[in-house]
């Protein structure tokens, strides 16, 4: 079957067969593959269905354009199959089949419980608000502190007979502890890291993976940045910034020095930026200031700061009461 002719393999029409139906299986059943992990897949497809392919031969000028005629397909059931590269040093290419029309939180609803959810939000929550300060921009959370956040107190009012002569009722706040316990919360992030939303790395770091990034776009932005205010006069928090050279979300790279500037860069993108400038040189585009190389975002953002771990986290320790 040649996907780039459209010819058919017995069944359906050009341009989408059973060649097309056995690659989307593969999506269906890990939603998220790298190239490397395509192209056997590929192979075997194509192998089965009348063309003997070794996994060697698939290039992804191949492989892009099956997705791109799945896409077609797709875009009905509100589904797409995206791609983008790794933010660390090696690049991967990696894709992943997404929901178009609403974010993970939404869509785990269906298979998590309301508690764990809820859970979720609350990792969200320390990667981009906790951990994520104009000082330090680590956008991870680690373990301890993750499971810290199992677990959380919350306040309620209730109703109380003030005076008993004058039958007033007032108020009182009550203290409760809600959430899940440490067991699951283990479990939710097991899974996070398997189904491809978060990475967790040798540090014990939980931190957005690829398919998150590709997904989670719009609703990040939305929920994290801050517009600017004219009527009481505050500002932007911009705390969900995007490459200046590859335009994608910037969660591991570099950030200009000056704690002012808004100019973040993946790694692998500082050499292609730079290129064009004077040997030697390298100026932010924005505030022109010296680049450093040595102003992290990420984890190595910890390490800048002179520290290991994020802050208090390290010394404090998990509560495993109901382990």
């Known amino acids: 079957m040649d996907y780039e002719n459209g010819e058919v393999d017995g069944e359906g029409e050009a341009g989408y067969n ?3 139906r056995a690659f989307l299986q593969a999506f269906l059943a890990r939603s998220v593959l790298t190239v490397d992990e395509i192209k ?3 192979a075997a497809v194509q192998t089965a269905h009348g063309r003997p392919t070794l996994t060697g031969d698939i290039t992804e000028p191949e492989i892009t354009n099956a997705i791109h005629t799945l896409n077609s397909r797709l875009s009905l059931l509100d589904l797409e199959i995206r791609s983008t590269r790794s933010q660390h040093q090696d690049r991967t290419l990696v894709f992943a089949l997404v929901n178009t029309t609403s974010d993970p939180l939404t869509q785990a609803a269906t298979t998590r419980t309301p508690e764990e959810i809820a859970f979720v939000k609350r990792v969200l929550d320390a990667m981009f608000e906790e951990n994520n300060t104009p000082n330090r921009e680590v956008m991870a959370v680690q373990r301890n502190r993750a499971l810290q956040l199992a677990r959380v107190r919350e306040q309620r009012q209730s109703h109380v007979n003030e005076h008993d002569d004058e039958e007033e009722n007032g108020t009182a706040t009550q203290t409760q502890t809600i959430g899940i316990t440490i067991p ?3 479990k939710v992030l097991r899974d996070f890291v398997s189904e491809g939303w978060f990475e967790k790395s040798r540090a014990q770091y939980y931190s957005l993976a690829p398919r998150a990034l590709m997904e989670l776009r719009s609703w990040l932005k939305e929920v994290y940045n801050d517009p600017a205010d004219d009527e009481s006069g505050e500002e932007a928090v911009v705390r969900i910034r995007d490459c200046e050279g590859c ?9 200009c020095g000056n704690r002012g500037c808004g100019v973040r860069l993946h790694e692998h993108c500082t050499q292609l930026f730079f290129r064009g400038q004077r040997s030697g040189e390298r100026k932010c585009p924005k505030c022109k200031q010296e680049w450093t190389g040595s102003d992290f975002v990420g984890e190595k953002a910890v390490a800048g700061a002179g520290r290991r771990g994020t802050g208090r986290v390290e010394s404090e320790e998990v509560d495993d009461e109901d382990e």
């Open 247 to 255: 335009r994608e979300i910037v969660t591991v790279g570099q950030r």
């Open 184 to 186: 699951q919360a283990e």
């Open 18 to 20: 059973n060649s097309h």
């Open 40 to 42: 056997p897949i590929f």
